[in-house]
């Protein structure tokens, strides 16, 4: 069974942008803070538009199992409760999301 996860970023406007991730969610944090800590990182992963999953080496991005990237593509949130709205439509489990430079991690419970 799959632990899913959105992964985001805060952008100078505000708004955020995130991709969906399909496995490890409670993991993905962890995996995030270790090996990829800085602005550039958190670009490059959430550029890659959704992911089957994370690890030390790198995202497995579904644009290159063949998924279309008008499916894929990272999704926009105005703001915060917009991205916990997208974070409960797509039922993430966890949301990681980075801003003042670090990742941040939410643990999503029960209905809105």
Partial sequence: MSTRS????????????????????????????????????ARAIINLGDISGIDKDGAKAYKDMGDPWSRVRPKHSADLTALLNLAYDTDAEFLHYWQEGQWHTLQMSGPR
């Avoid at 805060?10 to 969906?20: A, F």
């Avoid at 399909?22 to 990829?36: C, K, N, P």
Wanted: glycine letters at 8%; hydrophobic letters at 30%; charged letters at 30%.
């Fill in 6 to 41: 959105r992964i985001a970023r805060l952008l100078d406007d505000g708004s955020y942008r995130s991709i969906y991730c399909h496995f490890d969610g409670d993991r993905v944090g962890q995996i995030l803070r270790q090996y990829f800590s800085s602005e550039n990182d």
